[in-house]
């Protein structure tokens, strides 16, 4: 019995071992893609239901290492906060996102709104309007182009100067979007008091849409408490023609997911723009 306790005593410093390891590669790689570039974003669309045109795309973060291998942002962007870096790379995203969407206008593309998400370190930075400013006046966009994404639990933090900060956004004239809601623990209560813009309703109540009674209500509730307070609501995470049916029947008028388009970089997202649609 005792050997049997020292060599779990040895495998779990092996594991707090391996994944400081880990974490001293990924935090040294990090630094080294910054160097050489190895970020890029791809763009995913937002489709009405309305008239099927496409509203607007999320731009989402991409880690290509020089070998080829890909990482995915939930594993990267929390290891980014933690190393101080995410400020400095979110405003990379912004700058790249709105350069990108006053590019597609001067092309002549139909317009679209581009979201950009925000992390808590960025939205709790007090130069935020600045930075953003900054990459408006750099870029030439029009401020109605640009929506901002920000999950509810970041923003009920503080939520006095949150309500500040996204005052002051919005007098810039850009739109606010809050991130993945019903997913974190916030109260209703809170949503009266955010000056915002749109509702994207977590893919955590889509996925058993077509089954599930209670998402169903969920879905259908937030919705017209969305509608009724003048918000818009985007539907996430669509993967399936009953969960369009669905979101289409509770009056959804925007949907984001893979069932409609993926996240592309820029030359395939110019081509899947305008090609026609069935
Ligand atoms: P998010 O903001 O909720 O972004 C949506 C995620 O859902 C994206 O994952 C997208 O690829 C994925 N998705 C969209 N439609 C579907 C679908 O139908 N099925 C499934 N299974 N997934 C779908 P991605 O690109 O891996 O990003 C993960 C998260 O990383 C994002 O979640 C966001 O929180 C964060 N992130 C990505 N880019 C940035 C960035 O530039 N800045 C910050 N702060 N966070 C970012
Ligand atoms: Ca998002
Ligand atoms: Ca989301
Ligand atoms: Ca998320």
Redesign the pocket.
């Known amino acids: 019995a005792k050997q049997a306790g020292g060599q779990d005593y040895c495998y779990f410093t092996d594991e707090l071992t391996r994944d400081a390891v880990n974490r001293f590669q990924m935090e040294n790689q990090l630094r080294q893609a910054l160097l050489h570039k190895e970020f890029f ?2 763009y ?1 669309p937002r489709i009405s239901l309305v008239d099927g045109s496409v509203r607007g795309v ?4 991409r880690w290509k290492k020089v070998d080829g291998t890909r990482v ?3 594993e990267f ?1 929390p290891q980014l906060e933690e190393m101080g870096l ?1 400020t400095s790379v ?1 405003e990379w ?1 912004l700058h790249t996102a709105c350069m990108q969407a006053s590019h597609w206008q001067e092309a002549g593309l139909p317009p679209f709104k581009v979201s ?4 808590a370190r ?1 939205f709790q930075q007090a130069d935020l309007c600045r930075v953003v400013a900054k990459c408006l006046e750099h870029s030439g966009l029009d401020p109605a182009w640009l929506e901002l ?1 920000v999950t509810e639990s970041l923003m009920i933090q503080d939520l006095g100067e949150s309500v500040t900060m996204l005052n002051r956004l919005r007098e810039m004239g850009i739109s606010i979007a809050i ?2 809601f019903g997913a974190g623990y916030s109260s209703l209560g809170y949503l009266k008091h955010l000056p915002v813009n749109t509702l994207k309703i977590d ?1 955590g109540f889509i996925d058993e849409l077509a089954t599930d009674v209670a998402d169903a209500a969920i879905v259908q509730a937030v919705i017209n408490m969305a509608h009724r307070m003048g918000l818009e609501v985007t539907a ?4 399936q023609a009953d969960q369009l049916d669905l979101l289409i029947s509770l009056g959804c008028e925007e949907v ?4 409609l388009a ?2 592309m970089p820029v030359p395939q997202l110019e081509d899947w723009i305008l090609a026609p649609k069935s």
């Open positions: 974003l791809e995913q999320e731009a989402l973060l995915s942002p939930a962007i995410i979110g995203v950009v998400n925000l992390s960025q994404e991130d993945d893919k996430e995470g669509v993967e984001q997911g893979f069932y993926r996240p």
